[in-house]
Structure formats: structure tokens, C-alpha cells
């Protein structure tokens, strides 16, 4: 038993009848539930009754494992008895899943006693345990063997010894016979896999069959995998004797989807394509789910629509709302009106919340923004729990946000975001800062510090066009539209795209190559054309192309936007208002009243900068010096002040500039533990520490090692 283990069971020993409250906490098989069962035999010696489940009985030794899969509701009631101190309470879990619940009862723990934290054995550990199992020690060479083969976990050394000791297969101390795992302990394997989630099961398959995923936090939480994320060698060689059994777990499709929740996408859309492409294989529709939602973050969202289709609703079942999204964002209003009608709701979150977006995503076609934002913003608090282990096209919160910022509903797409730091919803953040004329924020937000997949690059790229164009600086972007002009090529034109491509497409006016988006721009009216030409979602993308109309200096274009946002009136009245007032302003008819009015309406719309713009250009215009000083003094009033105090918004929109688990890490750092050890404290791999440290280097703009630090130590202190 480790020493914090050993530290607590002799407290309790010294004074059993005293209040205590206490975390024992680590991966699967590292001795949890024994450290709780020794903690029982000391209370029940001393005549304390002991309780594995929630009591408020004080007489009591509360003793409760497998804490993570508790409900909130136990959770909240376990926190408050930790609380109150009064009790003689132990609580152990798993590091994942990690429930917002879990993690305040963990706080209120961790600040009563220091967590016990079990992980692996060294060598001379292995080779004791090994001792108590078989009642001699074991030679040098069997503790060599037991140690690689179980890499130090405690489950799994006493239950390899146990196995081969059962079976005959060990002599004085020593192996003899093939080193094969045991029967018995395959059926072990069989059951402890069947417990697991089933995205994690799947990764640890994938990886058993020598695919290069990406391990999450899940998998190591299950203690069958090394610090640099491979399966511990017993735990491989169980998981491959399984598969001839359960063929269906090693399968094209399952590896595809376990290599897309690890962020693999080649190898998520090389195994699909086996597996779509060979009409005796089993498995279609997991196969055509995983590749469409890949194929989407990939800027391809009209393949994924195309394979819903040829796969057919009937196929996916109650899943087949997933294919809404796809279809309304490639203008199939028919075909998603027809699924949606048909399709019955499933009774798990998931199924609810694809039900929610579903028909949210269709309000903003056939409704109002209001019901639309209601509906969405459920959805995303519908599949908050199942986190990333959903492979949707986009998820409910991108979503909302996406439909926030094109009705201005700002704090809503901030809302639903949340803290969530994943390069989309850091990208959206950063929109929302951009729309507010935070351009200090903004620019701080597109910095995700991660290699982007052609969706967030055209986001990334032309919102580093939008700062750039606000900020007056030509050379930036010149730059940014070199950037952008990649972009576009390797992103097909679907709904949820027409933000980014209205704002390239006046930074395409600026510099003079308007023509290398009007394939993207005809696709877009096309698509429009297909939907019924919705307001919520054809009245902005007629406002930017207003705008790049009057930076090409084309009366006749822009005469003909500011007709079809005139005609738009009664849903956008803000924008068909300031779209009368630039056509008068271009015709040199400058009337003050109606500038500032219109102006106004931009500003309360959420397009200050717009309405800044409109007042700026109005006064250059107007021949009367008194108007044109209203109008210049107007337009500085409607300016966002942008200065460098507002880089501290970032922080501030972002809830914390580090994540829970960035933070979790900078403490670590900050202790003086090197990456190895901060790996072991927080059950993932030492690159994985580096990866969390560089990613918090880049975004607080820090150059040398000793920098960070002192950075890390202030926002520790604050």
C-alpha cells in the first residue's frame, strides 16, 4: 500500500471514532477499493459500523468507491456531509469522467485532507506484492516479467501472479511454461471492458489492433495504458485474444469512430471508406456518421449530406436526425422537413438533443430567432453531459453560436460556449469579441495555438481579415487575404459558412480579386434559392455583399442588395434602413437625421463598427462643414474604443485563461514537478503535459521558460 494509503489507515487507527473526511483518488486497478476495504476492517475492529452507499447516519463510516458514477444528486449530498465535517467520510473515484458535480465534491475533499493518489508500483513493489500472493519471493526474472508486463498496476500484478500461480505455471519463484495469459484472466479482461464507456472500450480495441489514436483523458483513467499512451503489454495481449470473439468491437467502423473522437481523421476516413465501399460489410451507418461529421469539420459538408442520403433514414434509424444539419446546411429543406416528421426520438440525451437541434436549425428557416436560439441552446445543455464522445456534424453549441451572431444575440452564443476551449468554440469566441468591437480580444481568441481543419481555418482566416480590415491595416490584410484565398479553395459553400464568406467577401472587394469568390458567392445565392430565400440567413450575407458593392465602387451592385434588404424590412429593419441610407449617401444625398438614424439602428443591431463606418463615410461625403463635424463627431461616438486594456477581455470572455485542466497542470509546473511526474499525478502522459504547457505559453505571449512562471504564479494568486 503506497504511503499516503498507509498514512491514512493509520490515522484512522489511531483514533477510529474521529470525524474524517478524505479522496482517495486514481486510475482503475491502483487499489482504491482495497485501500477502502482495509479502512472497513480497521472500523469495523474498533466497532464502527461502516456504510457503502450515502447515509446521514454519524455513527456511521462512510466508505463509497466508483464515486464517478455516482448521480449529481448523491454527488451534491456526499459534498455537504464533507462540508459539514462531522463525519467519518472517504470517498474514492476514478480521474474520468470527471461531472461538474464530482469536481466540487472533489474541492470540498482536497480542502478537509490531501487527496490519497494511487498509482503504479515500482519494481520492488511488484516484487513484494508479488510475494504475498504466492508466500515466497519471486526470482528476478519473474518480477522482471511481471513489472513490463503489467507496467506496476496493483490489480493487475495480483491478478497475473494469482492466474499463473492458479494454473500451475509457476515454480519456486519462477515461470515456467508459455508465458500465455490464463483463461480465467481473459474472462476478467471480458467483464472489467464491458464496464467501461463505450467510446473508451473502443479506443482501447483500436490501439490493441495497433491503430495510432490518440488516447483521452477516459482511456487513461482506466489504468491500462502506459504514460506515452500505449496499452500495458497484459492488457494488449487480453484485449487481442478477445477480438476473435467480439469481432464487431475490431471493426472498420468502430475504428473509425474511436480514431475521429481522437482527432485522427485520416485514419477515421480511411477506415469508413472500407467499409462504405464494401456492400457485404456490417456496420453502414456508424460508418456513414463518423464520415460525414469528418468530412464536415473538413470543409465538405455536401459529401456528408450526399452519404446520408445514399445510406437512406430508414438505415440510421433513430439517429437519422443527425442528418438534418447536413441537409438544411446544403439547402435539402424537403429532405430534412421529411426526416424530421418521420424520425421518432430516441430516449437517450443524445437523441434528444439531435431532436432539439434539428428542429432549431429549421426554426431559423421557417420560424423566428428566438424560437431557434430556445430550441438550440437546450440542445446544447441537453449533450453537455456526453461531452465529446458524440460525433455529430457540428455540435448544438457552435451552432447557437453560429445563429446568435447573425441575430445579435451576443450573450447567448457567450453562454452557451461557455468554458469550453476547443479551437471552434475559441474561434466563435472570438467572432462574438469582434461583433462587440473588441478587436484586442479578438485577436487574442484567434490564436488557438492548434493546426486548424479546413472549417475553423476559413473562421480563422476570415476573422484575421475582419480585424485587419477594422484596424485600417493594409499590410495585415494583404496578408490575412493571402491566407484566406487557401482557405476558400478547401471549403465547399454550406449555410453555416456564410458568416466568414460574406467578410472575405469584402476583403475580396478590397483588394481588387473579388472574382476569386464568386463560384463560393453563386453556390451561397443557390443555396438560398433552395431554402426560400430565408431572411435570418439571406438578409446578412445581402448586407456583406452591400458593403463589398460600395468598396468596389459598383452603384449597380450594391442598388441591388440594398433592394433585397429594402425587402427585408419587416424582419431586418436595422439593415434595410442603413442600406436606403448608403444608397443616398453614395448618390452624394447626405441628410444628417436619417445617417444618425440609420447608424443608430446598426449600433443597437450589434454592427457598431458598421454603423461607425456608415456615419465615417457619410461625413467625407457631405459638403456642409457644420453636418460633416456632427457626422465625424457621430461616428467616433459609434467607434468601439479598442485599447490594449481591453486584452484583458479575452481573460474575461474566456472565464479563465486556462482550462480546468491547463490549471490543474500550472500548479503542478509551478511546484517545480517535471512533466513525467505531473503525468503520473494527473493520469496522462508526460506529451500530453508538454502539449498543455506550450498551448499555455503561446496564449499568455510568453518567450522564455521563467516567464511562464512568473505568469502562472499571478493568475494562480488571482
Not at 85 to 90: E, T
Not at 183 to 200: A, N, P, T
Not at 396 to 409: D, F, K, M, R, S
Not at 481 to 504: C, F, I, N, S
Request: proline share 5%; aromatic share 4%; hydrophobic share 50%.
Amino acid at each position: 500500500m503506497p504511503s499516503a494509503a498507509q498514512r491514512l489507515c493509520r490515522d484512522v487507527v489511531a483514533d477510529p471514532h474521529a470525524p474524517l473526511v478524505a479522496a482517495v483518488a486514481g486510475p482503475g486497478g491502483c487499489g482504491k477499493t482495497a485501500t477502502l476495504d482495509t479502512l472497513a476492517r480497521i472500523y469495523r475492529d474498533a466497532g464502527v459500523p461502516v456504510a457503502r452507499e450515502y447515509t446521514e447516519d454519524t455513527s456511521a463510516a462512510l466508505l463509497v468507491d466508483d464515486a464517478h458514477a455516482l448521480d449529481d444528486d448523491t454527488l451534491d449530498r456526499l459534498r455537504r456531509l464533507a462540508v459539514a465535517r462531522a463525519h467519518r467520510l472517504v470517498v474514492a473515484y476514478r480521474p474520468w469522467p470527471r461531472p461538474p458535480a464530482l469536481s466540487a465534491l472533489g474541492a470540498v475533499l482536497s480542502r478537509c485532507r490531501l487527496p490519497v493518489v494511487l498509482g503504479r508500483l515500482d519494481r520492488a513493489s511488484v516484487a513484494a506484492r508479488a510475494q504475498d500472493v504466492l508466500g515466497h519471493p519471486p526470482s528476478d526474472a519473474l518480477t522482471d516479467f511481471l513489472f513490463e508486463q503489467t507496467n506496476g498496476v496493483p490489480s493487475l500484478v495480483d491478478r497475473f501472479v494469482a492466474a499463473l500461480h492458479e494454473t500451475g505455471r509457476l515454480t519456486g519463484g519462477r515461470l515456467a511454461g508459455p508465458a500465455t495469459i490464463p483463461d480465467g484472466l481473459i474472462e476478467q479482461f471480458r467483464h472489467d471492458l464491458d464496464c467501461l464507456d463505450e467510446q473508451v472500450r473502443d479506443v482501447l480495441f483500436a490501439k490493441a489492433a495497433g491503430i495510432d489514436v490518440c488516447a483521452d483523458e477516459g482511456a487513461f483513467a482506466t489504468g491500462l495504458l502506459t504514460d506515452t499512451g500505449d496499452l500495458v503489454p497484459l492488457a494488449r495481449q487480453a484485449i487481442l485474444s478477445l477480438a476473435p470473439t467480439t469481432p464487431a468491437r475490431l471493426m472498420p467502423a468502430r475504428q473509425a469512430e474511436a480514431a475521429a473522437l481522437a482527432g485522427d481523421l485520416d485514419t477515421a476516413l480511411r477506415f469508413t471508406d472500407q467499409v462504405i465501399g464494401d456492400p457485404r460489410a456490417p456496420d453502414r451507418p456508424r460508418a456513414v456518421m463518423v464520415a460525414a461529421a469528418v468530412l464536415a469539420r473538413r470543409g465538405m459538408l455536401a459529401r456528408g449530406a450526399d452519404l446520408y442520403r445514399w445510406l437512406g433514414a430508414k438505415a440510421l434509424g433513430e439517429h437519422a436526425l443527425a442528418m438534418v444539419p447536413a441537409l438544411l446546411g446544403t439547402g435539402a429543406l424537403t429532405d430534412a422537413r421529411q426526416v424530421l416528421a418521420s424520425t421518432v426520438t430516441g430516449p437517450t440525451l443524445l437523441a434528444g438533443a439531435q431532436h432539439l437541434t434539428a428542429q432549431g436549425l429549421l426554426d431559423t428557416i421557417t420560424s423566428t430567432p428566438a424560437a431557434a436560439l430556445s430550441r438550440l441552446a437546450r440542445a446544447a445543455a441537453l449533450l453537455e453531459p456526453v461531452g465529446q464522445t458524440a460525433l455529430l456534424v457540428d455540435d448544438p453549441a457552435a451552432l447557437t453560436a453560429i445563429v446568435a451572431l447573425h441575430c445579435g444575440e451576443f450573450s447567448v452564443g457567450e453562454s452557451v460556449l461557455g468554458g469550453h476551449l476547443s479551437p471552434r468554440h475559441q474561434l466563435l469566441r472570438a467572432w462574438i469579441a469582434l461583433r462587440q468591437g473588441n478587436l484586442t480580444c479578438a485577436r487574442t481568441l484567434l490564436d488557438t495555438g492548434d493546426l486548424l481543419e479546413p472549417r475553423d481555418e476559413l473562421f480563422a482566416a476570415a476573422l484575421a481579415v475582419a480585424i485587419a480590415r477594422r484596424s485600417g491595416d493594409v499590410a495585415a490584410l494583404t496578408h490575412s487575404w493571402t491566407r484566406a484565398r487557401e482557405a476558400v479553395l478547401h471549403h465547399t459553400t454550406d449555410l453555416y459558412m456564410l458568416l466568414p464568406l460574406g467578410e472575405l467577401a469584402i476583403a475580396a472587394a478590397r483588394v481588387g480579386e473579388s472574382a476569386w469568390l464568386a463560384a463560393h458567392l453563386a453556390d451561397a445565392e443557390r443555396l438560398l434559392d433552395d431554402l426560400g430565400r430565408p431572411a435570418f440567413w439571406t438578409a446578412p450575407l445581402h448586407w456583406a455583399r452591400l458593403q463589398a458593392a460600395i468598396v468596389a465602387e459598383s452603384p449597380p451592385e450594391a442598388g441591388k442588395h440594398a433592394a433585397a434588404l429594402v425587402r427585408f424590412a419587416g424582419t431586418h429593419p436595422a439593415l434595410a434602413d442603413a442600406a436606403r441610407a448608403w444608397l443616398r449617401v453614395l448618390a452624394g444625398d447626405v441628410d444628417v437625421a436619417v445617417v444618425e438614424r440609420a447608424s443608430r439602428g446598426l449600433w443597437a443591431a450589434g454592427q457598431a463598427w458598421e454603423g461607425a463606418r456608415l456615419a465615417g463615410q457619410a461625413a467625407i461625403r457631405c459638403r456642409d462643414r457644420a453636418a460633416m463635424s456632427t457626422l465625424l463627431a457621430f461616428a467616433r461616438e459609434l467607434t468601439p474604443v479598442d485599447t490594449p486594456a481591453q486584452a484583458q477581455t479575452a481573460t474575461e470572455l474566456l472565464g479563465t485563461p486556462l482550462s480546468g485542466r491547463e490549471r490543474e497542470v500550472a500548479e503542478l509546473v509551478v511546484s517545480g514537478l517535471t512533466y513525467k511526474q505531473i503525468g503520473e499525478r494527473l493520469f496522462i502522459s508526460a506529451k500530453t503535459v508538454e502539449h498543455h504547457v506550450a498551448k499555455m505559453r503561446r496564449r499568455l505571449g510568453c518567450a522564455t521558460r521563467s516567464e511562464l512562471l512568473t505568469q502562472l504564479r499571478t493568475l494562480l494568486m488571482a
